[in-house]
């Protein structure tokens, strides 16, 4: 939804356009960039000065002590400098590893010595030269009795010790990845913000600024990319900072201001005025075998009073995984088929578009109502069908992938668009989608179950109906933790369920190995499983497959003869498979509780009683491993998600994405939750005031500007 324009633009909004632009400068125009890099940093999203500014450091290391090779403790991160003694290449026979080691003195003398070992790096020997001084980071292990360093960060310093060899700082640690270092990433930082810094201009309203204290946006940039040395470490670590509490704030405002702005240009609009449903619906009801629970009833009645009103719909239906969401959007598209109007039903991938088109068909099996399938492997031939189709009169739903956003996609008499698992599509293909009608209601649905204190927030622009009960029938599923050690007792029990003629995922978190987690990852482990469950068939699937090959592994899950899928988290959403009883998660100390909670879903929906097995890898300790205890007690979403942000402390949901909420750049929605109420309290104040914010022209303008480019959703 574009914010709508409003004449009267100051002088000062002028000149902040002005200053604004440079910030969008390409990157590889930046000094120390250049194409290479560009590309490099292209693909870390980072396009303009801007992305780089905004892209802030993970964590920081203390490099404010520099020690002696001879005061070096065990398990300390440590910055130390040391004499190079000799260097020299390693072979290991048994594991057939290759490795390059220096040994390093204390300056006094040989009596304190440390290794360091890089593996896989094709450093030259001539390239450490005896006798000369290295500046060393890293921390400290044992290896043999002997202290060792690995892949430690280094700087030569020559034969001779200067006097400004040592500089204290608090060094930011940013998300590199292959080809993007950290001395790359700090070098080009820094120069952002040296050359461009003084064009940040400041659009908070100043009355903000002094209640809470924040540090004006160009101060706190730099705060967080170049720290002051008295800054508190933990603060720093855990984002909790001043500056980096103000950069979240100002990202969560300009979010709840869209929301607020869209919510009122929705509600003033005319919408379409639906009778309620007779004929279609006692038949609908025929072809059920099932009964509605009382929460799927509440929800009927509201979505029923909205489509019954003269103004849009624009409500978000909140349902817990396998609690009926599709059977309540099935009857909400009768309200409109039986008007003779037409539905659009869009989701995310094919495989969810398939599944929904197969259900629709079988409840609106006796009624007179078209139903057409759109995804971007539907033939040419029934494209041509389907725009035909969708100019005549009568009641037509299709249901589609993206390719229903396509310019040739038209609707004659669209009454009512349905979107699932709606965080999988941005604001813009939204309101392309609700283009295509005039003025349709809109019903959009997500199985992320969020705490109720953020939802209002969240959804700002949208009426919430949740779902919390689950039908008559599911079976609980049992979750059980396992440690790694216990693999043999595990791989046990899904050999049992897999004789019995039962399916089972196997999920994880990567598809390829990271240098910055060590978590098992599908290629590494599909050899292994393999062996181990080779009396039965196997398959793999994760995100980098075409669409057809996924659909081929996932039907054959489904139906055919594939008992055991290794996975990735792409079957989180919309994979139905009643005969899967179990589903493995490997290093489930990664997930949130509601991101697991969703997993967990795809099993149970058969008459079978399942089971949920999460491994724990370790990382996190007893915190971590508590934290997971909680999903064997629990099969409430909701619940979990409010426990979930009482377990995991403000850092510890950084770089971690939240499966079904908006992925903010810098705020985080479960450890920023308390700026979140301000935000939005701050932005209903704010319209309420000045709606089109004509005293507040810079912020104005940002909204109008790049609001798209501050948030992804």
């Known amino acids: 939804m574009l914010l709508p324009r409003f004449s009267g633009e100051t002088k000062v909004l002028g000149r902040t356009d002005q200053k604004e632009s440079g910030l969008q400068t390409p990157l590889q125009f930046l000094k120390g960039v250049g194409p290479k890099l560009g590309e490099k940093l292209l693909k870390k999203n980072l396009s303009v000065i801007e992305d780089l500014l905004y892209f802030l450091p993970r964590s920081y290391e203390d490099r404010r002590i520099l020690k002696n090779v001879r005061d070096l403790k065990l398990g300390e991160k440590v910055q130390f400098i040391g004499r190079i003694r000799r260097a020299y290449p390693v072979n290991f026979v048994r594991s057939r590893q290759s490795a390059f080691e220096v040994l390093l003195e204390d300056l006094d003398g040989p009596s304190s010595l440390v290794r360091l070992r890089w593996f896989y790096r094709p450093y030259q020997s001539e390239h450490f030269q005896a006798g000369h001084l290295l500046r060393v980071f890293g921390e400290v292990k044992i290896y043999r009795g002997n202290l060792q360093v690995i892949h430690p960060e280094i700087e030569a310093l020559g034969r001779k010790l200067a006097p400004d060899v040592f500089e204290p700082q608090i060094c930011p640690i940013y998300s590199s990845s292959e080809g993007l270092y950290q001395k790359t990433l700090r070098k080009i930082c820094r120069e952002a913000l040296l050359r461009y810094g003084s064009l940040i201009s400041e659009f908070l309203p100043q009355e903000v600024l002094d209640r809470e204290d924040f540090p004006s946006r160009a101060g706190a940039l730099k705060a967080v990319h170049q720290p002051e040395l008295h800054t508190e470490l933990s603060a720093l670590?855990?984002?909790?900072?001043?500056?980096?509490?103000?950069?979240?704030?100002?990202?969560?405002?300009?979010?709840?201001?869209?929301?607020?702005?869209?919510?009122?240009?929705?509600?003033?609009?005319?919408?379409?005025?639906?009778?309620?449903?007779?004929?279609?619906?006692?038949?609908?009801?025929?072809?059920?075998?099932?009964?509605?629970?009382?929460?799927?009833?509440?929800?009927?009645?509201?979505?029923?009073?909205?489509?019954?009103?003269?103004?849009?719909?624009?409500?978000?239906?909140?349902?817990?995984?396998?609690?009926?969401?599709?059977?309540?959007?099935?009857?909400?598209?009768?309200?409109?088929?039986?008007?003779?109007?037409?539905?659009?039903?869009?989701?995310?991938?094919?495989?969810?578009?398939?599944?929904?088109?197969?259900?629709?068909?079988?409840?609106?099996?006796?009624?007179?109502?078209?139903?057409?399938?759109?995804?971007?492997?539907?033939?040419?031939?029934?494209?041509?069908?389907?725009?035909?189709?969708?100019?005549?009169?009568?009641?037509?739903?299709?249901?589609?992938?993206?390719?229903?956003?396509?310019?040739?996609?038209?609707?004659?008499?669209?009454?009512?668009?349905?979107?699932?698992?709606?965080?999988?599509?941005?604001?813009?293909?939204?309101?392309?989608?609700?283009?295509?009608?005039?003025?349709?209601?809109?019903?959009?649905?997500?199985?992320?179950?969020?705490?109720?204190?953020?939802?209002?927030?969240?959804?700002?622009?949208?009426?919430?109906?949740?779902?919390?009960?689950?039908?008559?029938?599911?079976?609980?599923?049992?979750?059980?933790?396992?440690?790694?050690?216990?693999?043999?007792?595990?791989?046990?029990?899904?050999?049992?369920?897999?004789?019995?003629?039962?399916?089972?995922?196997?999920?994880?978190?990567?598809?390829?190995?990271?240098?910055?987690?060590?978590?098992?990852?599908?290629?590494?482990?599909?050899?292994?499983?393999?062996?181990?469950?080779?009396?039965?068939?196997?398959d793999q699937l994760h995100g980098r497959m075409a669409g057809a090959e996924k659909l081929r592994v996932l039907r054959d899950f489904q139906g055919g003869s594939t008992q055991m899928l290794v996975s990735t988290t792409v079957v989180e959403v919309g994979v139905n498979v009643p005969e899967a009883t179990g589903i493995v998660i490997e290093n489930s100390e990664r997930f949130g509780l509601s991101q697991l909670h969703q997993l967990r879903g795809r099993v149970g929906r058969g008459l079978v009683a399942s089971d949920c097995f999460l491994i724990f890898g370790g990382q996190g300790g007893k915190k971590q491993f508590q934290r997971l205890k909680a999903m064997e007690a629990s099969e409430d979403g909701f619940e979990l998600a409010e426990l979930d942000l009482k377990l995991r402390g403000p850092g510890d949901f950084r770089g971690t994405k939240q499966a079904g909420l908006p992925q903010f750049r810098v705020a985080n929605l479960f450890s920023d939750s308390d700026l979140l109420m301000k935000a939005r309290e701050d932005a209903l104040n704010l319209l309420s005031r000045d709606p089109e914010l004509k005293k507040q022209p810079e912020l104005r303008h940002r909204l109008d500007r790049d609001l798209q480019h501050r948030f992804i959703h």
């Open 237 to 538: 670590v855990e984002m909790r900072t001043p500056a980096h509490r103000r950069l979240s704030y100002e990202e969560l405002f300009l979010f709840c201001l869209e929301m607020s702005m869209n919510r009122k240009s929705y509600t003033e609009k005319a919408g379409h005025s639906f009778e309620k449903p007779k004929l279609f619906w006692e038949k609908f009801k025929a072809q059920l075998d099932f009964r509605f629970t009382e929460s799927q009833k509440q929800v009927l009645r509201e979505i029923l009073e909205d489509m019954q009103a003269p103004r849009m719909m624009h409500r978000l239906l909140q349902g817990d995984v396998g609690s009926g969401k599709t059977v309540v959007a099935a009857a909400a598209a009768l309200v409109c088929l039986e008007s003779k109007m037409q539905v659009a039903f869009l989701a995310p991938t094919e495989v969810l578009a398939e599944q929904h088109f197969q259900k629709l068909g079988s409840w609106f099996e006796n009624l007179p109502v078209e139903i057409r399938l759109l995804t971007g492997s539907t033939k040419k031939a029934e494209r041509a069908e389907i725009a035909k189709l969708l100019q005549s009169d009568g009641s037509v739903i299709v249901v589609g992938t993206h390719a229903l956003l396509e310019p040739w996609v038209s609707f004659k008499n669209l009454g009512l668009v349905l979107i699932d698992e709606q965080h999988r599509f941005g604001v813009l293909q939204r309101a392309k989608l609700l283009e295509k009608g005039k003025s349709p209601d809109l019903l959009v649905m997500t199985a992320t179950p969020i705490p109720r204190s953020l939802a209002l927030s969240l959804y700002g622009d949208l009426d919430v109906s949740q779902l919390k009960e689950k039908p008559e029938g599911r079976q609980r599923i049992q979750t059980t933790v396992f440690k790694s050690q216990d693999r043999l007792k595990l791989e046990g029990l899904v050999k049992e369920k897999l004789k019995q003629g039962q399916k089972v995922y196997w999920i994880f978190p990567l598809i390829e190995e990271s240098e910055h987690l060590d978590l098992s990852n599908l290629e590494e482990a599909w050899p292994r499983l393999k062996k181990i469950f080779s009396e039965f068939r196997l």
